[in-house]
């Protein structure tokens, strides 16, 4: 069964580093979401693409963090310099916008980061 | 984004069936429901999601309300394997974004 592929699995990283995060998503899936989730919340979104267009971004802190998706197929979100809140499970989501689909969202596994 | 209000945590027994309830009453006829769940340290993964009727699948049931400002899902005999964080969540299919709000959800722990 095709998943949606995260990595790394785990970061651990002194403040004020810089920190990258990489999405596969399922292939043929034009929609491709970042969601940040702390510890004990509900999954907050980042940032969504189409293709390789950011459709929206509203919710992302632009002064230090980035998000690209150059050939719309992976995406790559980044972090610089990373701060202590930063520390959270990051994760990739993605959905066939084309064609027969069931509204349903795949999700990786997330990158857990933590900032010390 | 309209907005869902479900409990913040529920216990069930082991093989006995499980009605996790959620409101939406400033829902808008263009929203869908939907119903992720989420394992401990996974990621969310699809249960089930319908518009106006009632909805079966091979993990649960969708019970919806007539005035469609609650719904229910129902998981017909729960396993251990269930225990997880559900989200109720309202998509606004008129919009072009395909779009996932997620807010709490309800911490469901299974009795042995």
């Known amino acids: 069964e095709a998943e949606v592929a995260q990595s790394p699995r785990y970061k651990i990283t002194e403040k004020s580093q810089a920190v990258a995060f990489w999405c596969d998503p399922i292939s043929g899936h034009a929609t491709l979401y970042w969601y940040r989730q702390i510890l004990g919340q509900g999954p907050e979104l980042l940032v969504q693409f189409q293709d390789e267009s950011v459709v929206d971004d509203s919710q992302l802190p632009k002064d230090r963090f980035s998000a690209e998706r150059l050939k719309g197929v992976d995406s790559t979100l980044k972090i610089q310099p990373a701060e202590l809140g930063d520390s959270a499970m990051y994760l990739c989501a993605s959905f066939q916008t084309s064609g027969t689909n069931t509204g349903e969202l795949f999700f990786g596994e997330g990158s857990r980061l933590t900032v010390l | 984004d309209a907005k869902t209000t479900q409990p913040n945590s529920m216990e069930s027994n082991e093989e006995e069936p499980v009605h996790l309830p959620c409101n939406h009453s400033?829902?808008?006829?263009?929203?869908?429901i939907h119903w992720y769940r989420q394992l401990p340290s996974q990621g969310p993964e699809y249960v089930i999601h319908g518009l106006t009727s009632n909805v079966n699948n091979r993990m649960a049931s969708l019970a919806i309300a007539e005035d469609r400002k609650s719904s229910t899902l129902i998981l017909h005999r729960a396993t251990l394997r269930d225990a997880a964080v559900y989200y109720c969540?309202?998509?606004?299919?008129?919009?072009?974004?395909?779009?996932?709000?997620f807010g709490q959800g309800t911490r469901l722990t299974i009795n042995p």
């Open positions: 400033t829902i808008s006829g263009t929203d869908y």
């Open positions: 969540i309202l998509r606004d299919v008129a919009q072009g974004a395909q779009k996932l709000v």
